[in-house]
């Protein structure tokens, strides 16, 4: 049996002893300082190490959990944490395509380029600065402190930059308008100089008498001519200047949107900062539009189109003509997600009446099922058809009770609508 050595006063004690017999030393300080370890001491630490490791709470993985939407046949995933961004993505498209409404309503209710601009810019100034401050103030609320010109500065909100295009052109047709006001009076201040009629004295007046009839006698004519000049040149500059209020209402408008959706950049980027996402979701709108415009133009049948456009808006989901699209190839699937899809990024107010129109079209098509509609296909439409489907929508808006009936060619877009689809998707009724 080996000796322990006691760390008290060295001596070598024997490990039965509870105590050193020279100093009194505990023994269970031996094993601590001494030179070997005992049996007792080498199986405790066997079972210590054939238990299992203890995690701390602090360091323990943490269980992520996802959802996901059904769009058609594919799902798309996220991590719940990206809630709060999805909200915040949602909710400052939904203010931008509300002002930018705004601003073209504004803009097509004046009669003049002018006025429009300037209607459009006081509610683009005031719109903006409110967004600003609201949106300083969340900063604020989560310990971000800056001003309102520090946040506009930051993050380049120049609503002046989208209208100096349209400015620069409307003073061009000013400047030719003046020029050619200028032109008109020169032109009529030359009429008064003699027409010479010879040489000398005698030709001078000669001359000076054919001038003075000359110019006496035309006044009255030269009035209509003057006129018929000025409401020609008034022509003129109107169209130029219908131009320019044509060719650039969209940037005008626009450019209130587009500031707001600046505002939305330089709120993320600070709220980033601050940690105030626990996640977010990577979106690439270029990678996104590039796909999309390649599949339209290359898709060989529609499944291929809508699992491109489903990848499409799970890189960036706030592109209008992407959703659209998405929509109407939805259009064949019975339990597809989509407004839940919507509700998730905020977007559903974009498509108001979608469960409501979701919901009367699966009932459309239950109905037509229970008519047994199989009995012939619209491959080869011919006249049957249509006259027994044009009974059967008339039946159906009976049975659930719709408002009205739809007139003559509202039944007749229903009608090939149904028909377009049921040839786009090759089924057979």
Same mark, same amino acid.
């Given at each position: 049996?080996?000796?322990?050595?006691?760390?008290?006063?060295?001596?070598?004690?024997?490990?039965?002893?509870?105590?050193?017999?020279?100093?009194?030393?505990?023994?269970?300080?031996?094993?601590?300082?001494?030179?070997?370890?005992?049996?007792?001491?080498?199986?405790?630490?066997?079972?210590?190490?054939?238990?299992?490791?203890?995690?701390?709470?602090?360091?323990?993985?943490?269980?992520?959990?996802?959802?996901?939407?059904?769009?058609?046949?594919?799902?798309?995933?996220?991590?719940?944490?990206?809630?709060?961004?999805?909200?915040?993505?949602?909710?400052?498209?939904?203010?931008?395509?509300?002002?930018?409404?705004?601003?073209?309503?504004?803009?097509?209710?004046?009669?003049?380029?002018?006025?429009?601009? /300037?209607? =459009?810019?006081?509610?683009?100034? +005031?719109? @903006?600065?409110?967004? &600003?401050?609201?949106?300083?103030?969340?900063? %604020? $609320?989560?310990?971000?402190?800056?001003?309102?010109?520090?946040?506009?500065?930051?993050?380049?909100?120049?609503?002046?930059?989208?209208?100096?295009?349209?400015?620069?052109?409307?003073?061009?047709?000013?400047?030719?308008?003046?020029?050619?006001?200028?032109?008109?009076?020169?032109?009529?201040?030359?009429?008064?100089?003699?027409?010479?009629?010879?040489?000398?004295?005698?030709?001078?007046?000669?001359?000076?008498?054919?001038?003075?009839?000359?110019?006496?006698?035309?006044?009255?004519?030269?009035?209509?001519?003057?006129?018929?000049?000025?409401?020609?040149?008034?022509?003129?500059?109107?169209?130029?200047? /219908?131009? =320019?209020?044509?060719?650039?209402? +969209?940037? @005008?408008?626009?450019? &209130?949107?587009?500031?707001?959706?600046?505002? %939305? $950049?330089?709120?993320?980027?600070?709220?980033?900062?601050?940690?105030?996402?626990?996640?977010?979701?990577?979106?690439?709108?270029?990678?996104?539009?590039?796909?999309?415009?390649?599949?339209?133009?290359?898709?060989?049948?529609?499944?291929?189109?809508?699992?491109?456009?489903?990848?499409?808006?799970?890189?960036?989901?706030?592109?209008?003509?992407?959703?659209?699209?998405?929509?109407?190839?939805?259009?064949?699937?019975?339990?597809?997600?989509?407004?839940?899809?919507?509700?998730?990024?905020?977007?559903?107010?974009?498509?108001?009446?979608?469960?409501?129109?979701?919901?009367?079209?699966?009932?459309?098509?239950?109905?037509?099922?229970?008519?047994?509609?199989?009995?012939?296909?619209?491959?080869?439409?011919?006249?049957?058809?249509?006259?027994?489907?044009?009974?059967?929508?008339?039946?159906?808006?009976?049975?659930?009770?719709?408002?009205?009936?739809?007139?003559?060619?509202?039944?007749?877009?229903?009608?090939?609508?149904?028909?377009?689809?049921?040839?786009?998707?090759?089924?057979?009724?």
């Amino acid at each position: 049996m080996a000796l322990l050595k006691c760390p008290d006063c060295g001596k070598m004690v024997s490990p039965r002893v509870e105590n050193c017999p020279f100093c009194g030393c505990p023994s269970k300080f031996f094993a601590q300082e001494g030179e070997n370890i005992s049996e007792n001491s080498k199986e405790e630490e066997r079972i210590d190490k054939e238990k299992p490791e203890e995690v701390p709470e602090e360091e323990e993985e943490e269980t992520v959990e996802n959802i996901y939407f059904s769009l058609g046949k594919k799902r798309i995933f996220y991590d719940v944490r990206t809630a709060d961004f999805a909200a915040m993505f949602g909710d400052y498209r939904k203010l931008a395509d509300g002002v930018l409404e705004e601003a073209l309503q504004r803009y097509n209710s004046e009669d003049s380029f002018e006025s429009a601009l /300037n209607s =459009v810019r006081n509610y683009a100034e +005031a719109i @903006i600065d409110s967004t &600003v401050t609201a949106s300083v103030k969340f900063l %604020y $609320d989560h310990h971000a402190i800056m001003t309102n010109s520090e946040f506009i500065g930051r993050y380049e909100i120049d609503y002046d930059y989208y209208t100096r295009d349209a400015e620069q052109a409307y003073r061009s047709v000013m400047d030719e308008k003046r020029e050619m006001q200028a032109y008109r009076v020169a032109e009529k201040a030359s009429r008064g100089r003699w027409q010479g009629g010879g040489f000398g004295l005698k030709g001078a007046i000669k001359g000076a008498v054919q001038a003075g009839a000359l110019n006496m006698g035309s006044d009255f004519l030269h009035s209509f001519g003057d006129a018929a000049k000025a409401s020609q040149d008034n022509r003129v500059i109107q169209g130029k200047a /219908n131009g =320019v209020y044509q060719q650039y209402r +969209a940037q @005008i408008c626009g450019g &209130v949107y587009f500031c707001i959706l600046e505002i %939305y $950049d330089g709120m993320v980027t600070e709220l980033k900062k601050l940690h105030f996402f626990e996640k977010i979701v990577p979106l690439d709108e270029k990678k996104a539009e590039m796909l999309f415009e390649a599949t339209m133009q290359n898709a060989s049948s529609d499944k291929e189109k809508l699992d491109n456009i489903i990848v499409c808006i799970g890189m960036f989901p706030g592109n209008r003509k992407i959703t659209d699209e998405l929509m109407l190839l939805l259009s064949g699937y019975r339990n597809d997600e989509f407004g839940e899809w919507l509700e998730f990024w905020h977007l559903d107010y974009r498509y108001p009446n979608y469960k409501e129109n979701k919901k009367s079209a699966e009932e459309f098509d239950d109905f037509m099922i229970e008519k047994g509609v199989r009995q012939f296909t619209f491959r080869d439409p011919n006249v049957a058809p249509y006259v027994q489907l044009r009974k059967w929508i008339y039946e159906y808006y009976e049975k659930y009770s719709v408002d009205s009936i739809p007139g003559t060619s509202q039944l007749t877009d229903i009608i090939k609508d149904y028909y377009k689809y049921f040839v786009r998707t090759g089924k057979t009724l």
